[in-house]
């Protein structure tokens, strides 16, 4: 069976638990064959069995038996909202069942596009998983292009492109687009992995990708017209709070080490942000904006 479909049906089984909450295997059946899931044809125990196992090592959901009912059921349910892979990954592979199901509409879907470097995510999965150093081939922008051997930590999805964290022979943390690699190999030699380094504690300083030393900042913004709305619903930070609102705006807060990265969103809002404090993320603010401007005076 192809891998795409059985993705399907295993987002089929999880969406259906979660909206009915608990079922028999008769009734998950039944429903199986009404919403034509292998055209029409019914659902085995041994199939759905191996589905749950399937299910569990995918996205850690576990699904459970009431043994005084025979009622499935998701125990876990939470793990599709506080993890943020397993949400990432579900919602992902839901887009793209439902997406499968609609070929008819392909023309009126319009996604982004994905840039290169995609065809290194596995093997880089595999090496992070493993443990063992990876030889890449890396290109910056302007500048000649070299080879290093890496120990990789973590995958980073970054404003649709994918970032390794890597330490560096010289014991360096460095950060690598896929999209700028030229090659990638895994090497025979291991690696270990520090056990108390979390990469979501070393991202949790910034915005995004840039990890650069520069010192922490309260950072105040005031969010004009519509973009309150935008901020509640999509926070910038994982430190966003909301400390004043009033008819017209509404300021927010971050603590966070303000990078470049970060003044650059700020500043996608145009008019629309302006950054109360402190002063000196004020005035970088500013001088970014009179330095776009002065571009602009010329002829």
């Given amino acids: 069976m192809k891998q795409v479909k059985l993705f399907r049906q295993y987002i089929w089984i999880i969406n259906t638990l979660r909206l009915n909450d608990k079922m028999t295997l008769s009734q998950l059946n039944q429903k199986w064959i009404d919403d034509c899931v292998t055209d029409g044809n019914p659902l085995a125990r041994s199939t ?15 699904i459970d038996c009431e043994r005084n009912t025979y009622r499935y059921y998701i125990s876990n349910p939470s793990v599709l909202a506080d993890d943020e892979l397993t949400p990432w990954l579900f919602s992902t592979m839901t887009v793209h ?17 994905v840039p290169a ?4 995510l596995s093997l880089l999965v595999s090496a992070i998983k493993s443990n063992h150093r990876l030889l890449i081939g890396y290109q910056k922008f302007g500048v000649e ?10 995958l980073k999805l970054f404003h649709q492109r994918w970032y390794l964290l890597a330490r560096t022979a010289d014991d360096q943390m460095r950060i690598y687009a896929l999209d700028r690699m030229t090659k990638a190999e895994q090497t025979n030699e291991s690696f270990t992995m520090p056990r108390d380094f979390s990469p979501k504690a070393y991202f949790a300083e910034y915005f995004g990708v840039l990890t650069m030393p520069i010192p922490m900042a309260h950072v105040v913004i005031r969010a004009y017209d519509t973009t309150p709305n935008y901020l509640r619903t999509l926070p910038l ?3 966003q ?3 004043a609102t009033t008819a017209d705006h509404a300021d927010f807060a971050y603590d966070l080490r303000p990078t470049t990265d970060f003044l650059g969103q700020l500043l996608s809002h145009g008019a629309r ?5 402190p002063k000196t993320v004020r005035q970088q603010m500013k001088q970014m904006i009179a330095d776009s401007l002065e571009r602009y005076r010329k002829p």
């Fill in 48 to 62: 759905f069995n191996h589905h749950r196992e399937a299910i569990q090592d995918l996205f850690g959901v576990v």
């Fill in 97 to 113: 069942g439902v997406l499968a199901d609609s070929v008819a509409v392909k023309d009126r879907v319009v996604l982004e596009d």
């Fill in 117 to 120: 470097g995609m065809e290194y």
């Fill in 145 to 154: 292009g070299y080879e290093k051997v890496v120990c990789p930590y973590a």
């Fill in 237 to 239: 930070h994982h430190s």
């Fill in 241 to 243: 709070r909301e400390i």
């Fill in 273 to 277: 942000i302006e950054v109360l404090e």
